[in-house]
């Protein structure tokens, strides 16, 4: 009994985007070398990054500001 509108899915694909989107979910995309050139801002991510790590991305930078505001900007400053 989750309102989705309060999750987000880090997924790899434009297939595991398309599922969360479908979902009502918001994104964050983890890419590739093989997938850096996809299209995921186009297909609906809410945020790209090479990997979570490299760019010390933490739970609280990724949910920190949908506390106060649901739609708010994720990773502001850290995403591509």
Do not use: H, W
Not at 9 to 38: H, Q
Not at 45 to 71: C, H, N
């Amino acid at each position: 009994n989750i309102d989705p509108s309060r999750c987000v899915v880090v997924e790899d694909s434009i297939v595991g985007l398309k599922a969360a989107k479908g979902a009502g979910m918001r994104c964050v995309i983890t890419y590739t070398t093989s997938t850096e050139r996809e299209d995921f801002y186009g297909l609906g991510a809410d945020a790209k990054v090479p990997e979570l790590g490299s760019r010390g991305v933490s739970l609280d930078m990724i949910f920190g500001p949908m506390k106060t505001q649901l739609d708010a900007e994720i990773l502001a400053g850290v995403k591509d």
